[in-house]
């Protein structure tokens, strides 16, 4: 799947990976034995749908890194793009998401099941996708 530059995914995802700080805050708050396992780390967000895309995320201590190699990727992350919109609209909660099965994560799962990681996805996506994701949104009707 490419990741086409015009789509409202996109818009957000480049936004979402420029914010350094926020990055760094979230990293933060993470036990220091969490951070330093998921400190270069790379994985591959997938978004499928028309208007999806994939993006392949390097962690770093200064945050997230977009790149474009697949070589070494350890984690996949994948959703529809309308669980995406359903995320952002309110409509659905990240935690209930995850349970039903419309967040998906492969690769080295151990380290992503823990309580510490998942509440940091959770504060990411209601303090920051939901807010940037809604003015894309209605940017695009």
Do not use: C
């Not at 996109?10 to 936004?15: A, G, H, P, R, S």
């Not at 952002?88 to 510490?116: M, V």
């Amino acid at each position: 799947m490419t990741t086409k530059e015009a789509t409202w995914t996109n818009v957000l995802m480049n936004y979402l990976l420029t914010d350094k700080k926020e990055h760094q805050a979230i990293l933060g708050k993470l036990p220091l034995d969490k951070r330093k396992d998921v400190i270069g780390r790379k994985g591959q967000l997938v978004i499928d749908g028309p208007e999806g895309g994939s993006w392949i995320i390097r962690l770093t201590s200064m945050g997230a890194i977009r790149e474009t190699s697949k070589s070494g990727i350890l984690h996949k992350f994948w959703m529809r793009e309308g669980t995406l919109q359903d995320l952002i609209l309110e409509r659905l909660d990240p935690r209930e998401a995850w349970d039903k099965g419309l967040i998906k994560i492969t690769g080295d799962r151990i380290l992503y099941h823990s309580e510490e990681l998942f509440q940091a996805l959770e504060r990411w996506i209601i303090a920051k996708v939901r807010p940037i994701g809604k003015r894309i949104l209605e940017a695009e009707d």
